[in-house]
Nanobody
Framework: QVQVVESGGGLVRPGGSLRLSCEVS????????MGWFRQAPGKERELVAA????????YYTESVKGRFTDSRDNPKNMVYLQMNSLKPEDTAVYYC?????????????????WGQGTQVTVSS
């Protein structure tokens, strides 16, 4: 059974930084495509970033390009989302998600396992 646990959320001022971590157990992450989603109140869940199995290829939604960096450490079974220059509109619950499919996937339907989410609040 694959388990996914996020950590690292919190309250930060606009312009600040946070690093989210995602630990996967039950399967080696080198066989998994990983995604970070977020959901703000009253909004649909959206894909923020994704990284392929090797870590060579990444995807970012337009609103976070240049500010967020998705990375992975396969020997540690960890994935990270470094978030810089945070804005109030980044406020949401962030979810780490696991896909057993080979390439990066944009649809939440293509992700098989999910973490419980971690709250990120950007406010002064």
């Amino acid at each position: 059974q694959v388990q996914v646990v996020e950590s690292g959320g919190g309250l930060v001022r606009p312009g600040g930084s946070l690093r989210l971590s995602c630990e996967v157990s039950g399967r080696t992450t080198s066989t998994l495509t990983m995604g970070w989603f977020r959901q703000a109140p009253g909004k649909e869940r959206e894909l923020v970033a994704a990284i392929d199995r090797s870590g060579l290829y990444t995807y970012y939604t337009e609103s976070v390009k240049g500010r967020f960096t998705d990375s992975r450490d396969n020997p540690k079974n960890m994935v990270y989302l470094q978030m810089n220059s945070l804005k109030p509109e980044d406020t949401a619950v962030y979810y780490c998600a696991v896909s057993t499919r080979v390439a990066i996937r944009l649809s939440s339907n293509d992700y098989d396992y999910w973490g419980q989410g971690t709250q990120v609040t950007v406010s002064s």
